[in-house]
């Protein structure tokens, strides 16, 4: 239920706001990383496996680097 709240508020900030591409992903990106950590969270035996996500700067940055050069 928690992972449809989220994208449920996702999806109405992107529509009401009339956003940018861009603008729509970076905060799909870091919505989601919000609902992942939350879940981490939520487990009292993973907190110490929560990994520290990356910014969304890193995310782009490694996507690049792995597109094959045309």
């Known amino acids: 239920m928690n992972n ?5 508020c996702l999806a109405m900030i992107v529509l009401v706001s009339g956003c940018s591409s861009e603008t729509a ?3 799909a990106y870091e ?3 919000n609902v992942h ?3 981490c969270l939520k487990d009292p ?3 110490s496996e929560c ?4 910014s969304y700067e890193d ?3 490694q996507r690049k680097a792995l597109e094959p050069s045309n």
């Open 4 to 8: 449809f709240s989220g994208m449920l």
């Open 25 to 27: 992903k970076r905060t």
């Open 51 to 54: 990994v520290k996500r990356d």
């Open 59 to 61: 995310y782009q940055r």
């Open 31 to 33: 919505t989601l990383q």
């Open 37 to 39: 950590g939350q879940d």
């Open 45 to 47: 035996n993973s907190p």
